[in-house]
């Protein structure tokens, strides 16, 4: 009788042992799977940005096109940058300049045509984010703060300026009834002084590093618009 007790409790702790097994196989593998997928979505949203950056950067594509017509490519941010500086906004005015509006008129009808034509493209930009900025001057007695608020309206002056010439381009201008994607997927926003480029030439972007000094900032550069693409981030839930 002991004997059989024993042989039982022996197989019931064998039992037991052999279903842990089983359940940290499957919990080892559900994890191997995970951290594969991991690694697929970021091999995937690579592809992507590779594909846009091949469209700024290819010559055949948008590449001569920037290039010509002085703008700079930010491969990291996907940023466009114009940089000729006659071109860009006086102090305090949100007016576009003649120059300006015969590159937009060249530059975003084109962007527009090559992201339609590839579904690649297409389907993964969120959207065309046209950006304003300014420098980081006001009037002499303003506090920073007033300086910073006002320049928030003036730069957002400068984005909507841009929108509103681009989204009337004959190329590009919609019906009232049903506008075109790039009417849903174009925004405006206004930056104030929070990214101005320095004398350096690079431009201020990390919020955690204190504000530059007056004398670091170059404040004809900082007066400009960029466009940024965005792009779809996918997540595990969407592999």
């Known amino acids: 009788m002991s004997n059989t007790k024993n042989r039982t409790f022996w197989m019931s702790i064998t039992n037991l042992m052999a279903v842990l097994m089983i359940v940290f196989l499957f919990i080892a593998i559900n994890y191997m799977g995970k951290d594969y997928t991991v690694q697929e979505t970021r091999n995937y949203n690579n592809e992507i940005k590779a594909a846009f950056i091949n469209l700024l950067e290819n010559p055949t594509l948008m590449g001569s096109i920037l290039q010509e017509n002085g703008v700079a490519v930010d491969t990291n941010s996907l940023t466009l940058t114009f940089t000729n500086e006659s071109i860009l906004f006086s102090s305090g005015n949100i007016s576009l300049t003649d120059e300006f509006k015969e590159q937009l008129e060249i530059i975003f009808p084109n962007l527009v045509a090559k992201v339609e034509a590839d579904p690649i493209l297409f389907d993964n930009l969120t959207e065309i984010r046209i950006e304003g900025h300014t420098d980081n001057t006001w009037r002499a007695d303003s506090t920073t703060h007033e300086s910073h608020t006002a320049n928030m309206m003036l730069s957002q002056g400068r984005a909507v300026s841009v929108f509103d010439y681009v989204m009337n381009l004959p190329q590009l201008k919609g019906e009232e009834v049903v506008l075109p994607w790039y009417y849903h997927r174009t925004s405006a926003l206004g930056m104030s002084f929070n ?23 170059d404040p004809t550069k900082s007066r400009r618009v960029t466009i940024a693409l965005k792009l779809k ?4 839930e969407d592999m």
Do not use: M, R, W
């Open 195 to 217: 990214n101005p480029v320095l004398t350096s030439g690079s431009v201020h972007t990390d919020q955690n590093l204190a504000f530059p000094q007056s004398a670091d900032i």
């Open 233 to 236: 981030e996918y997540n595990l």
